[in-house]
């Protein structure tokens, strides 16, 4: 006669083994990354300068001479080539990964903004 086994506990604990290993994945990741960084009273001047280093990024120069990378989800195509950018920013006043640049006729959303200097 064959015996039977059950291979629920097999399987809990695979599926068991692979929740701790992704944890620990996220959390080592999470514990190395950068915090988000943020402009505040964008809407009221603190941004002084800014230069595009592609149309992916640009630097963000602020009153107080801090420097910031702006990433963008998309290709900011008129980037590099314009003189004049809007900033969008949070109801309340400042700009983070939220916010977006526009460029012409171009909405560019921010992916990531990183404190450089």
């Not at 595009?52 to 900011?76: H, P, Q, W």
Request: positive net charge.
């Amino acid at each position: 006669m064959k015996q039977r086994t059950n291979i629920i506990p097999k399987f809990a604990a695979a599926i068991l083994t692979v929740g701790i290993v992704t944890g620990l994945f996220i959390g080592l990741n999470s514990a190395n990354a950068s915090p988000s960084a943020s402009i505040s009273f964008a809407n009221f001047g603190s941004i002084k300068d800014w230069k595009a280093e592609s149309s992916r990024s640009m630097v963000i120069t602020t009153t107080s001479g801090d420097k910031y990378r702006a990433t963008f989800l998309n290709n900011c195509h008129s980037l590099p080539f314009s003189d004049t950018v809007g900033f969008v920013t949070s109801p309340g006043g400042s700009f983070d990964k939220f916010g977006a640049v526009l460029v012409r006729d171009q909405k560019c959303t921010i992916r990531s903004l990183e404190r450089i200097g």
